[in-house]
């Protein structure tokens, strides 16, 4: 089955093609960088971790590229309210992102340009609009004449007649800043500077650019005028990501993106994440609180892209269960290493083809899970055979590939287990040692401290004792 895609654009899913056979230029609007990222971040970030990763597994060279947000109000205000600078401000979250998304197994985009270092893109596309009649100087601000752009809202589908009823109610007409505008829908490209605020140099005075054209600049500077992806959240549709097309388009005449493709929003029980709801988890808080890292990969993915998800205490317990089956299957030829040996043995393909089917249909991430967890389940039973009667009736070879199968397909979606001591050590354990160790696995185990738990579970590993769990409670034997 071929990969198909659905185009926020088109408001259909559609097959994937490239602009360059083989090549996949992928750009995803990044974090403003102001403070910790939160569940809604972490959605994101593994969500196009996910389909990036998969893009590679299927054959395309992938060029991804994210960007962070390095100035804007927020962080300025952040500064003031810790007197310290916008730069220290953004340094320190950029700082913070990369661990945070370092625990969660997010790989490193190719680059991530920041907008104070995109600035002369910025001041040149700018000019390009104002030569072409889209923007206009007013008293040091440039704004983007939206009506120029005939066809603004055909991203989002929204009419400006229709927002024109709906937001004059909403207007404030002694804004200074609405004042300096032909039309109250235009945008501010360029911003005039304010006292104790940074700013640059430009044709337009001293000054700051607006959010949207720091993502046109640096979509056509790292990526060129059109690329195949364009990625985000669905809450940058409108006005971030129409008003990206909108100015990029008016310079191009080209499209800026041939594909639109936007996640769902995170909600904590049942709401909408807010710190003045008190339900604002950011992914340090969560992490730290002990909740597995895959276990929250694998919330995100249990969950279709494109729709919502809801954070509740049910929903990671179930995922964190999800994630125990998964991972002593991906312990499978760890523990098993004798039996089944260590060579490099292919995958199977007739699971690599059920895989790809389900994620092909517009990244059916859900269906791959479904395909891994037949893996691990196998390799669990098989497993427990050896573990009771120390052989089974399958072929090494055939377990081997069966593992292989599991741990590269589980890759694809960035879930990985490998027990946390590798060197195994001869210590001799006595039944009361290890029956103390068991104990104390319980006791996480209740407290819901899941990483104490299965670190203890590792230790006896390699130590040579396999615990098996069932509802009966816990039995060990030595291997």
């Known amino acids: ?59 395309y060279e992938v060029r991804y590229i994210q960007n962070f947000t390095d100035i804007d109000d927020k962080i300025l205000r952040r500064a003031r309210e810790e007197h310290s ?100 829908f235009d945008f501010a490209l360029w911003k005039a500077a304010k006292p104790g605020e940074p700013a640059w140099e430009s044709p337009w005075g001293k000054g700051r650019p607006g959010w949207h054209i720091e993502c046109s600049a640096m979509v056509r500077d790292r990526l060129g005028d059109t690329i195949d992806i364009h990625a985000g959240g669905a809450d940058l549709i ?20 041939n594909y639109w493709l936007h996640n769902g929003m995170v909600k904590v029980d049942g709401e909408k994440m807010s710190k003045s709801l008190g339900n604002f988890i950011t992914i340090r808080e969560l992490l730290d609180r002990g909740v597995e890292p895959m276990a929250v990969r694998l919330f995100v993915l249990m969950a279709q892209y494109r729709k919502p998800i809801d954070f509740t205490d049910e929903a990671i317990a179930a995922a964190t269960n999800g994630w125990h089956t998964l991972r002593e299957g991906l312990l499978f030829g760890y523990q098993h290493s004798k039996v089944i040996g260590t060579g490099n043995q292919p995958i199977s393909n007739s699971y690599f083809e059920r895989f790809t089917e389900a994620v092909n249909d517009d990244f059916n991430f859900p269906g791959g899970l479904a395909v891994i967890f037949e893996l691990a389940k196998e390799l669990i039973r098989e497993g427990n055979i050896l573990v009771h009667q120390g052989k089974t009736d399958t ?85």
């Open 85 to 184: 600078t916008m730069e220290a401000v953004a340094d320190r979250y950029i700082q913070a992102y990369f661990e945070d998304m370092g625990r969660l197994g997010i790989k490193e985009a190719d680059e991530y340009p920041r907008a104070t270092h995109t600035m002369n893109g910025i001041q040149r596309l700018i000019h390009e609009l104002e030569n072409k009649g889209f923007a206009y100087p007013a008293d040091g601000d440039v704004y983007y004449a939206v009506r120029h752009f005939d066809e603004y809202g055909k991203l989002s589908g929204r009419k400006l007649d229709d927002l024109q009823v709906g937001a004059s109610d909403r207007v404030n007409v002694q804004d200074p800043e609405y004042q300096k505008k032909k039309d109250p």
């Open 238 to 257: 409108f006005p971030h990501h129409e008003n990206e097309i909108a100015q990029s388009e008016a310079v191009t005449g080209k499209p800026l993106a």
């Open 395 to 479: 072929p090494a070879d055939e377990l081997l590939k069966t593992w292989r199968t599991l741990v590269t397909l589980a890759d694809v979606l960035g879930l990985e287990a490998k027990p946390e001591v590798e060197t195994p050590v001869k210590d001799g354990l006595s039944d009361g040692e290890i029956e103390d160790f068991i104990q104390k696995r319980q006791e996480a185990r209740k407290a819901k401290n899941f990483s104490e738990s299965d670190r203890i579970r590792d230790e006896l590993l390699v130590k040579g004792i396999t615990l098996i769990d069932s509802r009966e409670g816990t039995r060990w034997h030595r291997n």
């Open 1 to 59: 089955m071929t990969l198909t895609l659905y185009n926020t654009l088109t408001r259909r899913q559609e097959p994937f093609t490239t602009v360059e056979p083989g090549k996949v230029r992928m750009y995803y609007c990044g974090v403003t960088v102001y403070d910790y990222c939160h569940l809604g971040h972490a959605r994101a970030c593994i969500v196009w971790d996910v389909v990036r990763r998969y893009l590679q597994f299927i054959g």
